[in-house]
């Protein structure tokens, strides 16, 4: 038995949607006030006092149904992941689904595995279109990420999101999953106990054990089952908590960053967690070509990857014009000072 996982039925993207805050500090405003001078990546997003995870998942699943063009009571499962959910215990899958009017005939859930929740709930949703069991289903991927003040993640963690509708594959789907593949360890990289505000992290296993072990792994292992090189990819997009660790997967890949740079938006946004490859992915959407391939690799810490082969299709012509692009929201910014952003994050409790 092959390790590919791959659904009874072709599952193809419906529609697809990302959304960006407009407020920005820049990593210099940041390294002011606690002297520092060298910096992982140039600005990041800041969410504003009325913004969290779930208004920024409606904002997506929004711009996904506008592409799709169906009636919203049609999606039959809403999965939303991510690792800053404004409720410990209340679903924010149900908030969503209520907003964009598809309620009440559908399952509704969160899903959490630190960075790759967004692609868990992908992997969730494909499996859920393939069975059979559903018409139409949505996986979103938003946070609003925390950092400690003055800790190095404070420098990246940012606030993001893009969604994804799913079903049967069809001359309205926009592209088309060729098959998946998911890889997980017990690697104890990163984490946040109950009831602590901001996570910790295991610094020399944030690297090699952690994510380049889960990315790799990842990668190789859907190519070799496929029986493809990376020449037959024409965009890759890799989780991006920095600019340097997805620049150097690809380089152990033996993947010219040419075909990394269009997802590449660490280095404007900063890291969106759970959002990270699902933004980067509307992005290379936005530009690709019919019959272009992407290889698409997210990673949570904990640790694991989602890998999937996803080929565009004649579709994504008429469709990607109907939303904002992610490049809009990219471009779309307000700078702030510290002050400013300490209100906005809360960064008084330590």
């Given at each position: 038995m092959g390790k590919l996982l791959k659904p009874i039925k072709d599952v193809g993207i419906v529609g697809y949607g990302a959304y960006v805050p407009m407020y920005r500090i820049k990593n210099e405003e940041i390294g002011r006030v606690w002297g520092v001078s060298s910096f992982p990546i140039r600005e990041k997003s800041v969410p504003g006092l009325d913004e969290d995870a779930i208004t920024i998942g409606i904002e997506a699943a929004r711009n996904a149904l506008k592409r799709a063009r169906i009636d919203p009571r049609l999606i039959r499962a809403l999965w939303f992941g991510t690792e800053s959910k404004p409720y410990a215990v209340k679903p924010?899958?149900?908030?969503?689904?209520?907003?964009?009017?598809?309620?009440?005939?559908?399952?509704?859930?969160?899903?959490?595995?630190?960075?790759?929740?967004?692609?868990?709930?992908?992997?969730?949703?494909?499996?859920?279109?393939?069975?059979?069991?559903?018409?139409?289903?949505?996986?979103?991927?938003?946070?609003?990420?925390?950092?400690?003040?003055?800790?190095?993640?404070?420098?990246?963690?940012?606030?993001?999101?893009?969604?994804?509708?799913?079903?049967?594959?069809?001359?309205?789907?926009?592209?088309?999953?060729?098959a998946s593949y998911s890889y997980v360890t017990d690697t104890p990289d990163f984490w946040r106990r109950q009831h602590e505000h901001y996570p910790r992290h295991g610094n020399r296993f944030t690297g090699e054990p952690a994510y380049f072990h889960q990315i790799i792994s990842a990668a190789k292992t859907l190519m070799e089952e496929m029986d493809y090189t990376p020449d037959d990819f024409d965009y890759a997009v890799f989780h991006q908590p920095n600019v340097k660790f997805p620049l150097t997967a690809a380089k152990i890949l033996g993947i010219p960053k040419e075909k990394v740079i269009p997802g590449l938006l660490t280095g404007f946004i900063g890291n969106t967690y759970s959002g990270a490859t699902l933004v980067g992915v509307s992005a290379v959407l936005d530009v690709a070509k019919p019959g272009d391939r992407i290889l698409w690799v997210s990673f949570g810490s904990g640790a694991g990857s989602d890998a999937f082969s996803l080929v565009v299709q004649d579709a994504i012509e008429e469709k990607r014009d109907l939303a904002p692009k992610t490049m809009d929201y990219v471009n779309r910014k307000r700078y702030i000072d510290y002050a400013l952003y300490a209100k906005a994050r809360r960064k008084y409790i330590l």
């Open positions: 924010s899958a149900t908030v969503i689904a209520e907003a964009i009017g598809a309620t009440p005939d559908l399952d509704a859930a969160d899903f959490e595995f630190a960075c790759k929740a967004g692609t868990e709930a992908l992997q969730a949703a494909i499996g859920f279109v393939g069975s059979g069991m559903a018409e139409y289903a949505m996986a979103i991927g938003a946070d609003t990420s925390q950092g400690r003040p003055g800790d190095h993640l404070e420098f990246t963690a940012s606030a993001g999101g893009a969604a994804y509708l799913l079903g049967p594959k069809g001359s309205d789907t926009l592209a088309y999953f060729e």
